[in-house]
């Protein structure tokens, strides 16, 4: 399928191995994505020979900004190059040929869409369950500090598993993850807000594109999406700048951070949810 639009895409690095992020760049490349920015948060630029693999990939060493700071140099690049749609793409995910392609075409058939999202399965098969309402602190608390069979209507309420997940959605709060965006809808509601370093700030982005415009879970296109070594890179990306590993005091940030997203608005019922599809 040829596609029209100008589609960018940028992948946050942190310590990274070629081997690490090599498979999603390699699933871009396979893709209509006219340029890669990889985006460095590293302390050396040893990722830099990426560029010497395809003109398609642009690296930019950074200061460690945060995951959100980082993707907003990508995205501030996108719009002056006249791009249509930008993809916010973590480096441990890979993806089939065509989904790139399904996920425009579905932009260019719904203009009132600023944000799609594909299916997330793990490796062996099974859902990821990405769609989320607006948390409360109490969500924030749940997830954060209490064993996961807790409360676990609770949890499965907050992650909309009730809804089998095998139908177009208009979600409130899709995962930072895999976002495909309208370049358009970004003119409007502004970038990451850079005070949130990490984890809150793809609540803030979801909630403001969802204030304007449709943020639509796409079942049509599963990608896989492996948690390898992503949880202990990102992690250590927030230590370094904030707290020590295991301390109080970065448990303590990591959940007021949190609710600071969640501080100025309620919490979005499955009926705001579900009465916009």
Known sequence: ??????????????????????????CLLKSPVAKIYVVDNSSNDALR????????????????IGYGGAHNIAMREAVEAGADYHVIVNPDIWFGEGVIEILAAYMDRHPDAGLVAPKTVYPDGETQYLCKLLPTPFDLILRR????????????RFELRFTGYDREMNVPFLSGCFMFLRIGTLKETGLFDERYFMYAEDIDFSRRIHRITRTVYCPDCPYFFALIFSSAITSSLVLESRFPVGSSANKISGLFTKALAIATRCCCPPERVFGRL
């Open 49 to 64: 020979l990426l560029e010497r693999i395809s003109g398609r990939i642009r690296y930019i060493h950074s200061a460690n």
């Open 1 to 26: 399928m040829r596609l029209q639009s100008v589609i960018t895409a940028s992948v946050v690095a942190y310590h990274h191995s070629y081997s690490e992020i090599g498979k999603v760049l390699d």
């Open 145 to 156: 500090f209490l064993p996961a069979g807790f409360l676990k209507s609770s949890r499965e």
